[in-house]
């Protein structure tokens, strides 16, 4: 039986809204992961939420924050 299709929209409710991007920033993390084993690729992958919160996965040690810090809200790049 195939889910549901959902339209894409913002959520109003923003504990809805939340969780939603909870759940979807954990499977987005977890693709990654599957992408660099499977395909030994090098996968960074960057997140911020609504309120500028910063989240990150590297699959390899070379690539850190710092690498990146260009892409960053200029409060959050100011040891650089």
């Given at each position: 039986?195939?889910?549901?299709?959902?339209?894409?929209?913002?959520?109003?409710?923003?504990?809805?809204?939340?969780?939603?991007?909870?759940?979807?920033?954990?499977?987005?993390?977890?693709?990654?992961?599957?992408?660099?084993?499977?395909?030994?690729?090098?996968?960074?992958?960057?997140?911020?939420?609504?309120?500028?919160?910063?989240?990150e996965?590297?699959?390899?040690?070379?690539?850190?924050?710092?690498?990146?810090?260009?892409?960053?809200?200029?409060?959050?790049?100011?040891?650089?």
């Amino acid at each position: 039986m195939a889910q549901k299709k959902i339209e894409i929209k913002r959520i109003a409710n923003s504990s809805a809204r939340q969780l939603t991007f909870s759940k979807r920033r954990r499977g987005l993390f977890k693709k990654a992961r599957e992408l660099s084993i499977l395909c030994e690729a090098d996968v960074a992958l960057l997140v911020f939420s609504s309120t500028g919160k910063l989240y990150e996965y590297s699959s390899s040690s070379r690539y850190s924050l710092k690498h990146y810090s260009h892409f960053l809200p200029s409060s959050s790049n100011s040891n650089s």
